[in-house]
């Protein structure tokens, strides 16, 4: 049985040891001058201005939750509608309440302001 899995491990070995090669040959024949500009922390490419425990405005988290759910919402429509002709009407109805459902959700952020960035 294990004859059939040789060109695997045949291939796995061959592509750690190509990577630990590459590596190796890049460590030895590149360039290496450090200096402090290079070994200091920055964010953003420059310095950091302000306590590392400030604390953000909601509306940040906010998008990030909505980009959550909205890329969730894709990521279940993509499965249903492989499967759209086999699964029937029962399944239709509920993928319609779950868009509706979402609707109705970014419609309340849209009307209390919630997508404005000032």
């Known amino acids: 049985m294990l004859n059939e899995y040789w060109p695997v491990f045949i291939f796995i070995a061959i592509s750690v040891g190509l990577g630990i090669v590459l590596l190796l040959i890049g460590g030895l024949l590149g360039p290496n001058r450090p200096s402090e500009d290079k070994l200091s922390?920055?964010?953003?490419?420059?310095?950091?201005?302000?306590?590392?425990?400030?604390?953000?405005?909601?509306?940040?988290y906010l998008?990030?939750?909505?980009?959550?759910?909205f890329d969730l919402e894709i990521a279940f429509f993509v499965p249903w509608a492989v499967v759209m002709e086999d699964v029937g009407l029962t399944a239709f109805?509920?993928?319609?309440?779950?868009?509706?459902?979402?609707?109705?959700?970014?419609?309340?952020?849209?009307?209390?302001?919630?997508?404005?960035?000032?």
């Open 93 to 118: 109805a509920a993928v319609i309440v779950f868009t509706l459902e979402l609707a109705i959700g970014l419609a309340y952020l849209w009307k209390k302001g919630a997508l404005e960035w000032e």
């Open 63 to 69: 998008v990030a939750i909505l980009f959550i759910i």
């Open 41 to 60: 922390a920055y964010e953003c490419g420059f310095e950091a201005f302000d306590d590392a425990r400030m604390q953000f405005d909601v509306r940040f």
